[in-house]
């Protein structure tokens, strides 16, 4: 996907002196405290019901779709990457997507855990104009099971300004992304491009 510094850059940051304990199943986590009730019920509303046979096959997480939101954006628009449709992905390196220069947006993502308990989980972009660096983001998701209804989980990051100025809105950005979790197991990583512009 990439050089070995953006593989570098891309790497979650790390608390010294942590260390994530071993990967259990959700059969081991709500086999834990069995005998608690109250905990029980709480583990049962994060999808923990030690049903034994659930199929762990496959990723253990699916991203669904990014999604760019802005409050001033046109009535009815909205700028949706639905992660399953790699040829729209790899037209916006050719096509890039057009941002409004200097606007509130935020990032929203939408995942599903499949199976397991995930922790730590890390949204990670870099974004680099003419190969310069010129942004990094570390936003995280938090730790999951699988939801108690099989839906997914909606993620909205913290608001951001988009940048503005003529030299902003000269070229195009690429973007790399990554889903990784505090073990770094990667569960997801795609490349866009936008570009900034006076209007959406």
Same mark, same amino acid.
């Given at each position: 996907?990439?050089?070995?510094?953006?593989?570098?850059?891309?790497?979650?940051?790390?608390?010294?002196?942590?260390?994530?304990?071993?990967?259990?199943?959700?059969?081991?986590?709500?086999?834990?405290?069995?005998?608690?009730?109250?905990?029980?019920?709480?583990?049962?509303?994060?999808?923990?019901?030690?049903?034994?046979?659930?199929?762990?096959?496959?990723?253990?997480?699916?991203?669904?779709?990014?999604?760019?939101?802005?409050?001033?954006? *046109?009535?009815? /628009?909205?700028?949706?990457?639905?992660? @399953?449709?790699?040829?729209? %992905? =790899?037209?916006?390196?050719?096509?890039?997507?057009?941002?409004?220069?200097?606007?509130?947006?935020?990032?929203?993502?939408?995942?599903?855990?499949?199976?397991?308990?995930?922790?730590?989980?890390?949204?990670?972009?870099?974004?680099?104009?003419?190969?310069?660096?010129?942004?990094?983001?570390?936003?995280?998701?938090?730790?999951?099971?699988?939801?108690?209804?099989?839906? *997914?989980?909606? /993620?909205?990051?913290?608001?951001?300004? @988009?940048?503005?100025?003529? %030299? =902003?809105?000269?070229?195009?950005?690429?973007?790399?992304?990554?889903?990784?979790?505090?073990?770094?197991?990667?569960?997801?990583?795609?490349?866009?491009?936008?570009?900034?512009?006076?209007?959406?």
């Amino acid at each position: 996907m990439s050089t070995n510094e953006d593989q570098e850059e891309l790497k979650p940051t790390t608390t010294p002196g942590y260390k994530p304990t071993a990967a259990k199943t959700a059969e081991e986590y709500a086999k834990l405290d069995a005998e608690d009730e109250s905990l029980a019920r709480w583990k049962a509303s994060l999808g923990i019901t030690g049903a034994a046979g659930n199929d762990t096959s496959g990723p253990k997480v699916t991203v669904l779709t990014l999604e760019l939101d802005s409050p001033t954006l *046109p009535a009815g /628009k909205r700028i949706v990457f639905n992660l @399953s449709d790699t040829a729209k %992905l =790899a037209d916006t390196k050719k096509n890039p997507i057009v941002i409004k220069e200097g606007v509130e947006y935020n990032v929203r993502i939408t995942f599903k855990v499949n199976h397991s308990i995930i922790s730590g989980v890390r949204y990670m972009q870099l974004v680099k104009r003419a190969g310069v660096k010129v942004d990094k983001m570390e936003q995280m998701l938090g730790s999951y099971g699988p939801h108690p209804k099989g839906e *997914p989980y909606t /993620k909205n990051f913290d608001p951001e300004e @988009s940048p503005s100025g003529m %030299l =902003a809105r000269s070229g195009s950005y690429n973007v790399k992304s990554r889903v990784v979790d505090d073990d770094g197991e990667v569960y997801a990583e795609w490349e866009w491009a936008f570009k900034l512009a006076k209007e959406w």
